[in-house]
């Protein structure tokens, strides 16, 4: 399993320096409900918006 989870979202509660994620889990689903074909049919629900910027 990877260690490191790269983010480009700044405006989320986990992101920090150097665009890695410091959530202790990440969940990813598939935008369709089937089989995803590209990265752009998928989605972090881990997100959480960060309120301080």
Do not use: Q
Not at 5 to 30: M, T
């Amino acid at each position: 399993m990877a260690k490191d989870v790269l983010c480009e979202v700044k405006n989320c509660h986990y992101w920090s320096d150097g665009n890695r994620c410091s959530a202790e889990a990440i969940y990813v689903v598939n935008n369709a409900g089937t089989m995803a074909a590209s990265s752009a049919e998928t989605g972090c629900k881990t997100f959480r918006p960060n309120h301080k910027m």
